[in-house]
Nanobody, 126 residues
């Protein structure tokens, strides 16, 4: 059974950094794409970043471009989201999602993904 587990969230001050992890277990496919999404209270879910392990070129929302970096460790079936220069508006529950298959592109549209993690809270506040 495929499972996604996010970790690395926490409380930080503006300008600080966090690294989120999304670990996939129970994978039966060598290839997949993973996306990161976030949802703040009272707001719609927003796509943040994505990566395909067939391509490794990450995609980013404009709101995080230049501050966030996505990367993949195939040996661990884990995707990381390095978040630098965090702002209060980055505060949200962050979710990772996965789609199995060999893709040379990825999407930050939620409907593209089949499996979702439970989320990890990120709070940016002074």
């Amino acid at each position: 059974q495929l499972q996604l587990v996010e970790s690395g969230g926490g409380l930080v001050q503006p300008g600080e950094s966090l690294r989120l992890s999304c670990a996939a277990s129970g994978l039966t496919s060598d290839y997949y794409a993973i996306g990161w999404f976030r949802q703040a209270p009272g707001k719609e879910r927003e796509g943040v970043s994505c990566i395909s392990n067939a391509d490794l070129t990450g995609g980013y929302a404009n709101s995080v471009k230049g501050r966030f970096t996505i990367s993949n460790d195939d040996a661990k079936n884990t995707v990381y989201l390095q978040m630098n220069s965090l702002k209060p508006e980055d505060t949200a529950v962050y979710y990772c999602a996965l789609i199995r298959g060999r893709y040379y592109d990825c999407s930050i549209q939620a409907h593209w993904y089949d499996f979702w993690g439970q989320g990890t809270q990120v709070t940016v506040s002074s």
